[in-house]
T-cell receptor
């Protein structure tokens, strides 16, 4: 597609349930990122995929969070046993070029997660 | 800890006022610097970036930013703001050698009164 697509745009779930958030990056982009945006907290890096390399998972806040990227394209962020503090907007971004001079990230609209 | 700090969390200005939003980072060595903007109801988009060369960088919509290496700063400026500049502004740093991870500041909400 023309841009980064994320789904669902809004998700309300009960505490303890598992959720999956999907990201479809711009076609041909090799790098994919997940960030979390909480009120007053800015953008928190979660995980980063680059081609076939092992992902950088250094930002995942706990082992309840995981992500995969199938076929170098679509990515799914999974949050198990959701907690209220997981409520946030989860942003996905992709970029075509990754090097020491990283280019512009293209962001999706985000998935707003509310845990009751 | 390595970080990106934005000093102003919420700025309110009248139209035609001048704007300066502060950004400091704590990474040593060569860095790549960015400002992103998020207009109400829209996704994040790039405003401007600095990789090397002239430390005064010009971006879209009349924005500019100055990289001052000695101060570890990359402040965003605009001489005369418009109501349409109302948005949230994020400074971001990519520490060179770190393959792609962008570290963002907390963001500054700018409200421009007509």
């Amino acid at each position: 597609g023309a841009g980064v697509s994320q789904s669902p745009s809004n998700k309300v779930t009960e505490k303890g349930k598992d959720v999956e958030l999907r990201c479809d990056p711009i076609s041909g982009h090799t790098a994919l990122y997940w960030y979390r945006q909480s009120l007053g907290q800015g953008l928190e890096f979660l995980i980063y995929f680059q081609g076939n390399s092992a992902p950088d998972k250094s930002g995942l806040p706990s082992d309840r969070f995981s992500a995969e990227r199938t076929g170098g394209s679509v990515s799914t962020l999974t949050i198990q046993r959701t907690q209220q503090e997981d409520s946030a907007v989860y942003l996905c971004a992709s970029t075509a070029k990754v090097s020491t001079n990283t280019g512009e990230l293209f962001f999706g609209e985000g998935s707003r997660l509310t845990v009751l | 800890a390595q970080s990106v700090s934005q000093h102003n969390h919420h700025v309110i200005l009248s139209e035609a006022a001048s704007l300066e939003l502060g950004c400091n980072y704590s990474y040593g060595g060569t860095v790549n610097l960015f400002w992103y903007v998020q207009y109400p109801g829209q996704h994040l988009q790039l405003l401007l970036k600095y990789f090397s060369g002239d430390p005064l960088v010009k971006g879209i919509k009349g924005f500019e930013a100055e990289f001052i290496k000695s101060k570890f700063s990359f402040n965003l400026r605009k001489p005369s703001v418009q109501w349409s500049d109302t948005a949230e502004y994020f400074c971001a740093v990519n520490p060179s050698g770190n393959t792609g991870k962008l570290i963002f500041g907390q963001g500054t909400t700018l409200q421009v009164k007509p």
